[in-house]
């Protein structure tokens, strides 16, 4: 993502309208997974690996910001134990 | 039958997109067919490009959403079906962040490239302003993908 925020001025256009449809696409697929682990549907190794990747999702939150891209959202955050309930 | 040149053709569908996005309609039969030509037959890349084979790599070979097997060609194939399909949905996005109109192409996905994590629509994107393929991708939450993108329907899917 780093690598990708530096590039990310310089990109066409399209390349970026590209990427954004790509990854609010990834975040619907992160979603999914995130319901199969509320629903005890995930080993424990794969539920392990899906809090990494909520972590590093989490950690670039900014970056996605700055970039105008989909955020993960809060309730799969809390789901997952990365943000606390309100 | 009639013969149009391909200038022809591009000026009535850079015509026909203006009007679309101005007033933001249901396209009739008629165009919803010459949409479907222009953009399988002529803005749709013939063979597999830089992008094709950067865009397979991502969808097909890291993501699984087609058949592991599936080439760069019949990834091309599955994509120009999905424009054709008389059953799909054609999806006008506008422009608030990049300034460009993107126009979506969207049909089911066919038992034949259901990957192992396969979409349940397969969506085809150009830039409609300058009618060029951008993307083409299995989206995860279907139409709903397409219905949240804050744009228009000129053809609704079937």
Known sequence: MTVRESSWGALEPDDRIGYRAEWDNTLDRFSAVVQAYGDQRLDQDIATQLIDVARILADFTPSLVRMQLRQPSADDLRRLGILSAA | MVARSPEEDRAFIDNLLRRL??????????????????????????????????????????????????????????????????????????????????????????????????????????????????????????????????????????
């Open chain 2, 21 to 158: 996005t101005t007033h933001q309609r249901a396209l009739t039969r008629q165009e919803i067919r010459r949409l479907r030509q222009y953009f399988a037959s002529r803005a749709l890349p013939e063979q597999p490009t830089t992008r094709v084979l950067e865009k397979h790599g991502k969808h097909v070979e890291d993501d699984l959403q087609w058949p592991d097997d599936t080439t760069p060609d019949e990834y091309l194939v599955s994509l120009r079906d999905t424009i054709l399909n008389p059953r799909g949905g054609i999806y006008l996005v506008e422009p608030e962040i990049e300034l460009t109109w993107t126009i979506y192409f969207v049909g089911p996905v066919p038992y034949r490239w259901r990957g192992r994590h396969h979409g349940h629509s397969i969506v085809v994107l150009f830039n409609a302003e300058r009618l060029l393929w951008i993307t083409g991708f299995q989206a995860e939450a279907g139409e709903a993908y397409v219905d949240r993108q804050q744009g228009f329907w000129g053809h609704r899917t079937h």
